[in-house]
């Protein structure tokens, strides 16, 4: 038990983490080609999503009009979390996001099951938006020529189909342009992110033509319990900032980049909901909501269809749907590609995630497995009662991500920190006591997955990642590279011999030390 003990409480040193993300000239490594245009872009592009497309026809019968104030709320609970990782992207500027972060805070245990909530958030949404991605699909090929796929070829087995083949050409697509390379991805994706901009503005202005004050008369009709419960609900409209901090080792200037691009993707998005929300109910009574959602119809184009008595600005709208699906299934993927590729170099996962090709300089084979293993799931299982657990494991994050800023600063109080988390510690405990509460209202079968999802996570360390983490097999439980819990590397009280640094105008040949 004290061995276990130990191993689940290793550190991972923050000289370490940055070593091994610079690499060596040895072997192929991630490149540094993103700057803070095409960052932020990702992260926009990571939020803004289908949940901004359908979320109000689910939201507004618990709320009301009030579901502006959900927005706010739950844009607030994201800021304060967007806050904590706004530091930590500054002081440990590499791939992994909330799961690095974790390592060198909270220890390995909590940093591979803050790992594995990632990937279900990152593999359940990847599939979710797949799935959709083809009804919007379907929308748009009906109104310009007619047709729609049949729902043999539409639906997994479970929802009236056989196998739901655009969400496995989605994410196969997705997966192609990722292994190609970054730099073209992220090209593309900042392409997308100004189309599907230009598309949510342009719902804004139109909708706004027919804004009636009266549709906000009865402004609250269930209470502040209605305005939460909707927060809890929209909150997963706003996941995907930590996709921003999974690029770490291919962003130039990480420290000050990915914390610029973290707040500017955080100010685009909430000001983008709250327009969208506002001219959204100001559009029409807010009993149409629950109709519309309840027929299964898509609420921003059915609004834009009442307002104009037109089908084309309902078709503009879903056109922009599928391009805004399409550039969220890339980023995901990229997302969680990179966080698996620092788990296997960690050990706690196999080799093949870490493999990086020469040419692309992409982890490609670490792409194609995952895209394999997310499109099948979107192609074959119906997913509608797992969106939940998208939220769920991003409030978990979130909530690790809060308390590495504690810990950090307790144990590394001289790190770089190019921003610091304003008003600390009040901004990380709120940001965890709201991430938890938010998380206390989803409903309990929710709960009851994430706990067998949790197990099997502890099951599989249990059976690989223990045995065969780098640090575990540096030199014991610990590792001659591992914090053992008061913030010190093993390296330095060792008494081994320690590297000598260069003299003046002499490179830096030191290995990095894992």
Known sequence: MGSMATALRRRKPLDSMIAEAEGDSSGPRLRRTMGLWQLTMLGISSVVGTGIFFVLGTTVPKAGPS?????????????????????LAGAVPVSGSTYSYSYASLGEGAAYLVAWCLILEYGVAVSTVAV?????????????????????????????????????????????????????????????????????????AVALTAFDSDNFAEFA???????????????????????????????????????LALLFTLITVTALYVAVALAGVGAQPVGRF??????????????????????????????GAVISIFSVVLVTLFGQTRILFSMARDGLIPEVFRRVDRKRHTPARNTWIVGAGVGLLAAFVPLQHLADLT??????????????VVVL???????????????YPVVPILSALS???????????????????????????????????????SGGPGGPG????????????AGGAQPVPPQAGEPDRTPPHV
């Open 67 to 87: 579901v502006v104030l959900s927005f706010v709320i739950a844009a607030v609970v994201a800021g304060l979390g967007a806050l904590c990782y706004v530091e």
């Open 435 to 473: 991430c938890l509460y938010l998380a206390y209202l989803l409903p309990g079968i929710t709960w009851t997955l994430f706990g067998a999802w949790l197990l099997l996570a502890a099951v599989l360390y249990l059976g690989f990642g223990r045995r065969h983490s780098r640090l575990g097999r």
């Open 221 to 259: 009709p269930h209470g502040i319990g209605g305005i939460t419960v909707a927060a809890s609900g929209v909150f997963f409209s706003f996941v995907g900032f930590d996709a921003v901090s999974t690029a770490g080792e291919e962003v130039r200037n990480p420290s000050r980049t990915i914390p």
């Open 409 to 423: 600063r307790r144990i590394a109080p001289d790190a770089p920190r190019p921003f610091r988390v304003p008003l």
């Open 290 to 319: 629950g109709e519309q959602a309840d027929a299964g119809e898509a609420v921003l184009a059915e609004i834009l269809r009442d307002v104009t008595g037109s089908g084309w600005p309902a078709l503009v709208l879903s056109a």
């Open 482 to 493: 591992a914090d053992d819990g008061t913030g010190v590397s093993d390296a330095v009280t």
């Open 132 to 204: 959709s991605w083809g009804q919007y699909l379907n929308e748009v090929t009906s109104s310009l020529f007619g047709f729609t796929m049949p729902a043999a070829l539409s639906s997994p087995p479970g929802d009236g189909g056989y196998v739901n083949v655009p969400a496995l050409v989605v994410v196969l697509l997705c997966s192609l342009l990722l292994a190609r390379g970054t730099r073209e991805s992220a090209a593309v994706n900042a392409v997308m992110v100004c189309i599907k901009i230009g598309v949510l503005v342009f719902f804004v």
């Open 391 to 404: 939220s769920m494991g991003t409030l978990i994050a979130f909530v690790a991500v809060a308390a590495a």
